[in-house]
């Protein structure tokens, strides 16, 4: 018996993971435990939470992986420092302390953290390496090629590769400063977002815009090549030599300054979010055609924070040359903890990986297990907690009563807070720690953004449908032909709202309409779904099988036996600026902080109104607390 603990820490995301000869028996984020969103500390809180679910102590674990190569970062940034200096020195300095102290010491700095218990091995991967086997070793295919794109690692941006078996080879790469992320974080940075967080906002204002400036952005940003490999024209990027993406070059470009985070949005926002969008898509359909050439392979593995970008995911699914492709969900740096256990299970020990088959139809299932690898939630013991602490709550300890219950809530126009068993791995809401609603209701998705949430109008919601329904509400690749190969249960594609749930089309001019104006777009939409489709009539949509989260399905089934209506919308349980909940006390906060009108966890209800404390808790310094978004 072989325990093997995996962390990603000290840039952003920090995480761990922890896998049993081979299998994946819990992995967290420690921003869901700290509470700090993109948390970069060690991961001590996730750490624990994972050691206590699976039984274990650190004293049990033989080996410790770190999900890249500090040294080798180090390189790049001494090297980058020098090949700009003197311009830099401020971005250097900044980065200096954290080095000297931390990170140029990790195997010290992880023993310490350790509390000195582990005395073994500690293994460091290359970032991409990690990445890799993150998005190959859970994947449901025996062979495949594998694509990672993100920021930057140590100095790989982009790398691609074939794995076969339990082993990975990475065959080509791309090196900073050329970046297709860094490329749409300086976009995330010129519209007014947050770096690193708000790529995803970026990627759903898109559809308000039109990609009017995509040929000047591959005119004078980015060389782009037929075979997906790039440069980028660094003349434009402040990211080399100061503490921001863009430089007066990149203003000068496109005629405007850089938005305010909370200034409104302009109909230039727009356009530049709709053209580096259509940018990104075209490098990556490009890289997969060169990678499906060079490789031959059917299937496709990605991960990488690129990966994430579930528009081009889509457009790839649907026009590039894989027949199938699955994305790790814990595509980002958090990911990385589990892709540096798998690798040294599987090409540092040799450990054998097999993949399993479901059912009649031979579709192949992934190792990721639905991505619910979190903690579980200890419903009766934190439920008697918070009654204990004055709150209300009812328990109905018939899972077929709960379901109708609560499917009957959200049919009356009630959101729901969902609360159950163990939380996910990644970015991602699955239906565990989950902020449900009725996607027919119209005005569900304002409601849910401003006085939910607390977020930007435009923001679009996710569906989360029954598997075996899906193709009923959306449109699916024809080569797909049955509810398993339809699955879609990570929320990592976009698929389109199928015509005959569109009551008309919707092709207004898009030009100069902004800010104030989103409101009115969404409402404009035009379906019998329309607080899950976007203003292009997509949708992110997340599959729901009996087998893979069978408590889910069972409240989807409910819904759909009382309303004929097989989805629900379903967004993370968390408000603007916050990690997602973890435990029934954070759903609780959130819950009372917000206008939600009923919160559930495990088969505990609690209504809003009956809420002795409901009426003490301010919103606005809830939110103050938290991170900037």
């Known amino acids: 018996m072989t325990w093997i603990l995996g962390i990603s820490a000290y840039y952003h995301d920090s995480a761990v993971a922890l896998i049993k000869d081979g299998e994946i028996r819990a992995a967290a984020s420690e921003e869901r435990f700290s509470r700090r969103k993109h948390d970069a500390g060690f991961p001590e809180l996730a750490l624990q939470a994972c050691l206590d679910h699976a039984g274990i102590r650190l004293s049990d674990i033989d080996y410790v992986g770190y999900y890249e190569k500090p040294l080798l970062k180090f ?11 003197p311009r830099g020195y401020a971005s250097f300095a900044s980065a200096m302390p954290v080095w000297l102290r931390t990170k140029l010491y990790l195997p010290r700095e992880i023993r310490r953290q350790l509390g000195g218990v582990y005395k073994k091995r500690i293994v460091f991967s290359e970032h991409h390496e990690s990445h890799a086997a993150s998005a190959f070793f859970p994947s449901p295919f025996e062979s495949a090629a594998i694509l990672t794109i993100d920021g930057v690692g140590e100095w790989t941006t982009t790398s691609w590769g074939v794995g076969q078996g339990s082993k990975i080879d990475l065959r080509a790469e791309l090196k900073f400063p050329h970046s297709l992320g860094l490329l749409y974080s300086a976009f995330t940075y010129f519209c007014g977002f947050r770096v690193n967080s708000g790529e995803y906002k970026l990627m759903g204002l898109a559809p308000y815009g039109t990609p009017k400036y995509a040929d000047t952005i591959l005119e004078h940003l980015i060389q782009l090549k037929e075979d997906g490999s790039y440069r980028l024209n660094m003349k ?29 949005t302009r109909q230039i926002d727009l356009d530049l979010a709709a053209s580096v969008q259509q940018v990104t898509e075209e490098v990556v359909l490009r890289m997969a055609r060169h990678v499906h050439q060079q490789t031959g392979e059917e299937n496709l593995c990605m991960a990488g924070g690129v990966a994430l970008n579930c528009v081009a995911n889509g457009r790839l699914l649907r026009e590039g040359p894989f027949k199938r492709i699955w994305i790790q969900p814990a595509a980002g740096d958090a990911g990385g903890s589990l892709g540096v256990a798998l690798l040294i299970w599987h090409q540092l020990l040799g450990g054998k990986r097999e993949v399993s088959r479901e059912d009649a139809t031979q579709y192949v299932g992934d190792q990721q297990q639905g991505s619910l690898l979190g903690p579980a939630v200890d419903q009766d013991a934190e439920v008697e907690r918070l009654i204990a602490g004055g709150a209300v709550a009812t328990k109905i300890e018939d899972d077929d009563q709960l379901m109708q219950k609560v499917a009957e809530l959200i049919d009356g126009g009630n959101v729901i807070g969902w609360v159950q068993g163990r939380m996910e791995f990644g970015p991602r809401a699955l239906g565990s720690r989950s902020i449900l609603g009725d996607p027919r209701n119209r005005e569900m998705q304002t409601t849910m953004n401003l006085k939910i949430k607390f977020r930007e109008s435009f923001r679009p919601f996710a569906p989360s449908v029954m598997e075996e329904h899906a193709a009923e509400c959306f449109v699916f690749p024809d080569r797909f032909t049955t509810p398993a190969e339809r699955a879609s249960p990570y929320m990592l594609f976009t698929y389109d709202v199928q015509p005959s749930r569109r009551t008309s089309a919707n092709d207004e001019n898009k030009n100069d309409r902004a800010d104030t104006q989103l409101v009115d777009r969404v409402r404009e939409i035009r379906s019998d779904l329309p607080a899950i489709t976007h203003i292009d009539y997509s949708a992110r949509v997340q599959t729901v099988s009996r087998q893979r989260h069978p408590r889910f399905h069972q409240l989807l ?31 609780y906060r959130c819950f009372l902080a917000t206008h939600m009108d009923v919160l559930v966890v495990g088969n505990w209800i609690f209504y809003h109104n009956q809420q002795p404390n409901a009426a003490r808790v301010d919103s606005k310094a809830y939110l103050t607390n938290l991170e900037p978004d």
Do not use: K, W
């Open 75 to 85: 390189e790049r940034l001494l090297e980058t420092y020098l090949t700009c200096a």
């Open 236 to 264: 434009y990027f402040g990211f080399l030599d100061t503490l921001r993406m863009t430089n007066r070059h990149f203003a000068r470009l496109f005629g405007a300054e850089p938005r305010g985070a909370e200034q409104p």
């Open 557 to 587: 089934t409910a819904f759909y036996q009382l309303t004929g209506c097989p989805a629900l919308i379903n967004t993370s349980f968390n408000v603007r600026g916050e990690p997602i909940v973890g435990t029934a006390a954070d759903a």
